[in-house]
């Protein structure tokens, strides 16, 4: 049963690049609240990969307590309606989110598979996959496309940890340019911010 809540918390259409999907020419977008947010072009994408940094006052295993709670994580992650584990087996775990979506844009939902890897120097790196056919699309959503990102969370001393939030994705569909231009800032410092908020809390 312990296994079983070894999940991987969805980060909100949003999540990793993988290496060699753009130029790291990434260009600062937002420097607030200690909170750094740069975006990159994606060779190939209409759409900008986005990367947010900050320092939390938690421990890695105070935020890999928060990730792993999938259905609480939608509180943090933004634009989240609602989040749920699909499958978990050894370091993977499959999860499904529903997105809000300002109105006239269709909501999205999105399924990841997340791999979670630990190392020696107490480290956590979360790769985030779409798997957009994993289960049936549902009626009144479009499926994301295309997800390709990581959380990094590496210990910074005590009860402090660097969290990096990087992501680049396809949400499907016809999206406005305002929309998504709003969205590649919004979504990592929204998510960091309140991810921030949480952890300050008592457990």
């Given at each position: 049963?312990?296994?079983?809540?070894?999940?991987?918390?969805v980060?909100?259409?949003?999540?990793?690049?993988?290496?060699?999907?753009?130029a790291?020419d990434?260009?600062?977008?937002?420097d607030?609240?200690?909170i750094?947010?740069?975006?990159?072009?994606?060779a190939g994408?209409?759409?900008?990969?986005?990367?947010?940094v900050?320092?939390?006052?938690?421990s890695v295993?105070?935020?890999?307590?928060?990730?792993?709670?999938?259905?609480?994580?939608?509180?943090?992650?933004h634009e989240?309606?609602?989040?749920?584990?699909?499958?978990?087996e050894?370091?993977?775990?499959?999860?499904?989110?529903?997105?809000k979506?300002?109105w006239p844009?269709?909501?999205r939902?999105?399924?990841?598979e997340?791999?979670?890897r630990q190392?020696a120097?107490?480290?956590?790196?979360?790769?985030?996959?779409?798997?957009p056919?994993?289960?049936?699309?549902?009626?009144?959503?479009?499926?994301?496309?295309?997800?390709?990102?990581?959380?990094?969370l590496?210990?910074?001393?005590?009860n402090?940890?660097?969290v990096?939030?990087?992501?680049?994705?396809?949400?499907?569909g016809s999206?406005?340019?305002?929309?998504?231009?709003k969205?590649?800032?919004?979504?990592?410092?929204?998510?960091l911010?309140?991810?921030?908020?949480?952890?300050?809390a008592k457990?």
């Amino acid at each position: 049963m312990k296994s079983l809540y070894r999940l991987i918390a969805v980060c909100g259409v949003t999540v990793l690049v993988s290496s060699g999907a753009y130029a790291e020419d990434w260009q600062l977008a937002k420097d607030e609240q200690g909170i750094k947010v740069w975006l990159s072009d994606v060779a190939g994408s209409k759409y900008k990969a986005y990367r947010g940094v900050t320092v939390i006052d938690a421990s890695v295993e105070r935020l890999r307590a928060l990730q792993e709670d999938v259905v609480g994580a939608c509180a943090w992650i933004h634009e989240c309606e609602s989040q749920k584990l699909l499958k978990h087996e050894g370091d993977k775990a499959w999860t499904y989110t529903r997105f809000k979506t300002p109105w006239p844009v269709t909501p999205r939902d999105s399924v990841l598979e997340v791999t979670t890897r630990q190392e020696a120097d107490g480290s956590l790196r979360r790769t985030l996959v779409e798997k957009p056919t994993y289960v049936p699309e549902e009626k009144g959503y479009v499926r994301v496309a295309e997800v390709e990102g990581f959380w990094q969370l590496t210990p910074k001393g005590p009860n402090r940890t660097e969290v990096t939030y990087q992501v680049h994705t396809d949400p499907g569909g016809s999206v406005p340019s305002w929309l998504s231009n709003k969205f590649v800032v919004d979504a990592p410092f929204n998510t960091l911010k309140a991810l921030k908020e949480r952890a300050a809390a008592k457990p």
